[in-house]
């Protein structure tokens, strides 16, 4: 069984494989003649709207925002050493996404401190970049919500965090 979650509208959570939503209310659906809570959930960014059953909000993996300390201890992965391996990209590409899919921050981190590429390094292909750039948007994202930044400025420290390391 599991727990029941509650989330108050205007609040910032985390949704796997969107990211950063905020909660715009509750409403009650009649679905095949049952009726269902379910929390809207709005995904500026994307211009989406996701509607969460209550009961299924635990069990789809819909999470507030990371602590300020499990957000610090996500960043610290960007200060670390590339994994980055030498098995082909379309199976690395494949682990990259169920991490960035997976919501967690540290997971998302290790991502964009594997895909990241400074000046001196080669350059990336395409599709590289575009899962760089998901990844960092991902993480941005939570952390100028946890912050209270916009998540531009929240990106350009992170990218900064890189570059010092």
Do not use: C
């Not at 509650?6 to 049952?34: C, L, W």
């Not at 009961?55 to 300390?69: F, H, Q, V």
């Not at 994202?141 to 946890?146: K, V």
Request: hydrophobic share 40%; glycine share 6%.
């Amino acid at each position: 069984m599991s727990k029941k979650i509650e989330f108050s509208t205007g609040e910032f959570v985390v949704y796997p494989s969107h990211g950063v939503g905020q909660i715009v209310g509750r409403e009650t659906q009649t679905i095949a003649g049952h009726e269902l809570q379910v929390f809207v959930i709005d995904f500026e960014k994307d211009r989406m709207t996701l509607r969460v059953p209550v009961a299924k909000a635990g069990t789809s993996g819909l999470r507030p925002l990371s602590s300020k300390k499990q957000m610090q201890t996500a960043l610290a992965k960007l200060k670390g050493r590339s994994r980055a391996r030498r098995t082909m990209w379309s199976r690395r590409a494949q682990e990259y996404e169920a991490k960035i899919n997976s919501g967690d921050p540290a997971s998302i981190a290790e991502v964009v401190r594997d895909l990241h590429r400074n000046a001196s390094q080669p350059d990336q292909s395409y599709s590289e970049r575009q899962m760089y750039q998901a990844a960092l948007d991902r993480l941005a994202r939570e952390f100028a919500a946890i912050e209270s930044i916009d998540p531009e400025a929240a990106a350009q420290r992170l990218e900064e965090m890189m570059s010092a390391a």
